[in-house]
């Protein structure tokens, strides 16, 4: 049996989604920006793609949607524009606040932005992974721009106080950016229920194809013009447009937003179902209260057994499993996250996540009960740390 666990990581594509983009490949190949028939023919599917963007996020229609190559480029080109335009001209207001738990394109890009001249505060998790609204306030000065946040954090699944966060930000007159990657499909993302300026996306997290993103830009909080060179986007991002993409992401994401109550019933069950079998092996942390997270995801923490070694037992077995973040996979590093958490530092070398989808059924978890528990009992006989522990203790 095949068992994909690494949802967070990336989804499979909905064979719906697939259908949809097909004739996009094949008859319908033309320039959207063309003014023949070949053109012509594509731009009502396009703007249908978008629409279906906009009414699945709830965007009003006079906010924008820029779509982008990917979250990664969303990410850089938020805090990079928001730099062009808001801090070179006004130097005094040089201040953002984030979380340390951030996605690498977040934290990187800051890390970057801090060498010309911008002042970044890393607000920590609390013992249980979560973000405090009351520790983003505090971080806040008078010299405060923008408040970056995500929506909810890729490795242990916590949701982050956005509506409060978005609110004071409102309130405050502070620009507020949200990296929603790992919230639409699984969460209610509303925009107009939930102060957010900007928001991050990415097709390949809720089963649309990969190399296909966007960033949703509410009215009057318009950017620089993110590539030059042509009329696309508006001008905002020149360069022809992937109608297949987008077409794809379009109907992915009505999709996914359509499946919230399904992944808040059935996914949850089965990710619960796969808790409470792993809680039951002795010496197990499971990251974060599971209401707390989204319905899909699990950051457990065995101790004695390496993330990696775990990895590669499951793999064997055919399930694919991760030890964090997939953008630090080839370094075998402390999982960040665990790290931030950091109660006890062995933990971060222990974590391992399991990401379920609404394609994730109910022998696949049975399955992946069985095989993990032999897993961690084979890994505890043969680990020296487990054992020295258990004398000890
Ligand atoms: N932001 C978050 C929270 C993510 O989980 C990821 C991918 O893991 C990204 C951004 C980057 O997404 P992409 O692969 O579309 O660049």
Not at 18 to 42: A, R, T
Request: hydrophobic letters at 40%.
């Amino acid at each position: 049996m095949r068992v994909y666990l690494d949802n967070n990581a990336t989804t499979k594509i909905d064979p719906i989604v697939k259908v949809k983009m097909q004739p996009f490949f094949e008859e319908l190949y033309g320039n959207p920006n063309s003014l023949h028939k070949y053109g012509m023919e594509v731009r009502p599917h396009l703007n249908e793609a978008l629409g279906s963007m906009y009414d699945s996020l709830h965007a009003a229609d006079e906010d924008d949607i820029i779509i982008t190559s990917c979250a990664t480029e969303s990410n850089n080109a938020v805090l990079k524009g928001i730099f062009f335009k808001y801090i070179l001209s006004n130097p005094e207001k040089n201040h953002i606040v984030t979380t340390s738990v951030e996605h690498p394109s977040v934290i990187d890009t800051l890390m970057f932005l801090s060498g010309h001249g911008v002042d970044v505060t890393y607000v920590d998790v609390d013992h249980e992974g979560g973000i405090s609204a009351n520790a983003m306030k505090a971080a806040v000065t008078d010299k405060t721009v923008l408040i970056s946040m995500m929506w909810a954090n890729n490795e242990t699944g916590m949701i982050f106080p956005v509506d409060e966060v978005g609110a004071f930000a409102k309130e405050k007159g502070i620009l507020f950016h949200s990296d929603a990657v790992q919230a639409i499909g699984k969460v209610p993302v509303n925009l107009s229920k939930t102060d957010v300026d900007y928001l991050t996306f990415s097709a390949h997290k809720f089963h649309g194809p990969k190399g296909i993103g966007g960033l949703y830009v509410k009215k009057g909080k318009a950017l620089p013009n993110l590539f030059h060179g042509g009329e696309q986007m508006g001008g905002k991002r020149a360069g022809t447009l992937n109608v297949a993409y987008i077409v794809g992401m379009g109907l992915a994401m009505k999709q996914a937003v359509g499946h919230v109550e399904k992944m808040n019933s059935d996914v949850r069950r089965l990710r619960d179902k796969l808790e409470d079998a792993i809680a039951k092996i002795p010496d197990t942390i499971v990251v974060g209260p599971r209401e707390k997270r989204t319905p899909n995801t699990l950051l457990v923490s065995l101790r004695g057994i390496e993330g990696e070694s775990m990895l590669w037992d499951l793999n064997k077995a055919g399930i694919a499993a991760s030890t964090g973040s997939a953008c630090a996979s080839e370094s075998l590093e402390a999982n960040p996250v665990m790290s931030a958490i950091g109660e006890d530092p062995e933990l971060a070398h222990t974590a391992m996540r399991l990401s379920l989808s609404r394609f994730t059924t109910e022998a696949e978890i049975e399955y992946t009960i069985e095989v993990f528990t032999k897993a961690v009992e084979r890994l505890r006989s043969i680990s020296s740390t487990y054992a020295y522990t258990n004398e000890v203790a």
